[in-house]
């Protein structure tokens, strides 16, 4: 499966904003679906992941009760929304799919095969 992120920009600190995956190329469910972040000089992070039935979600503590996953399989699309941004989530979003992860390697980098080109999000202060 093929994976486009979009939607990123520059906000302000506390601004909300909605980024998109959107997949192509094959069915798409079946599929757990990731968002990660790269800031500049760091490692690539787990952000937040729905599996392909929706019923399970998860994320990163440092964005519980801020960011929200969903996914749209009729649409082939999963979105993150991000509420009260701050200036430590300014980073490149990118989302990723694996057919194979289990629950407990949700969170990491290895564990998906499938990789979309990255959308940068900017946090102003």
């Known amino acids: 499966v093929q994976l486009q992120a979009s939607g990123g920009g520059l906000v302000q600190t506390g601004e909300s904003l909605r980024v998109s995956c959107a997949a192509a190329?094959?069915?798409?469910?079946?599929?757990?679906i990731a968002w990660f972040r790269q800031a500049p000089g760091k490692e690539r992070e787990f952000v937040a992941a729905i599996q392909w039935n929706s019923r399970r979600t998860s994320s990163a503590d440092s964005v519980k009760g801020r960011f929200t996953i969903s996914r749209d399989n009729a649409r082939s699309m999963v979105y993150l929304q991000m509420n009260s941004l701050k200036p430590e989530d300014t980073a490149v979003y990118y989302c990723a799919a694996s057919r194979t992860v289990i629950l407990s390697a949700r969170s990491l980098v290895s564990s998906y095969q499938n990789w979309g080109q990255g959308t940068q999000v900017t946090v102003s202060s």
């Open positions: 190329g094959q069915s798409f469910t079946g599929y757990t």
